[in-house]
Nanobody, 133 residues
Framework: QVQLMESGGGSVQAGGSLRLSCAAS????????MGWFRQAPGKEREEVAA???????GYTDSVKGRFTISFDNAKNTLYLQMSSLKPEDTAMYYC???????????????????????????WGQGTQVTVSS
């Protein structure tokens, strides 16, 4: 069974940095798309970044140049390096995975876009990020 476990959240002042981790286990798919999402109170869940197993990445406009998504194959761990954090980045952050994605989904990430939220099959429990001004 696929399991995803996030860690690394916390409280930081505006302008600071955090690195989130998502340890993945339980699946052997050779191809995948993995993503980071966030949800603030009263708001819809928003996808912020995605990475394909071929290394392609995509980001939502509000985090471009500040967040970097990566995947360590040796550790089966997804990362989100966040810098120049803003109070509006405050949210619960989740990781999710699409095992064996269709070519059209992979193509989105290759072009720097993000797969639709509903394509993701497995989700972690989340880690809280709070940015104070």
């Amino acid at each position: 069974q696929v399991q995803l476990m996030e860690s690394g959240g916390g409280s930081v002042q505006a302008g600071g940095s955090l690195r989130l981790s998502c340890a993945a286990s339980g699946y052997t798919a050779s191809t995948f798309c993995m993503g980071w999402f966030r949800q603030a109170p009263g708001k819809e869940r928003e996808e912020v970044a995605a990475v394909d197993s071929d290394g392609s990445t995509g980001y939502t406009d509000s985090v471009k140049g500040r967040f970097t998504i990566s995947f360590d194959n040796a550790k089966n761990t997804l990362y989100l390096q966040m810098s120049s954090l803003k109070p509006e980045d405050t949210a619960m952050y989740y990781c999710a995975v699409v095992p064996n994605p269709r070519d059209d989904i992979r193509g989105l990430v290759t072009m720097g876009w993000l797969p639709p939220l509903y394509e993701y099959n497995y989700w972690g429990q989340g880690t809280q990020v709070t940015v104070s001004s």
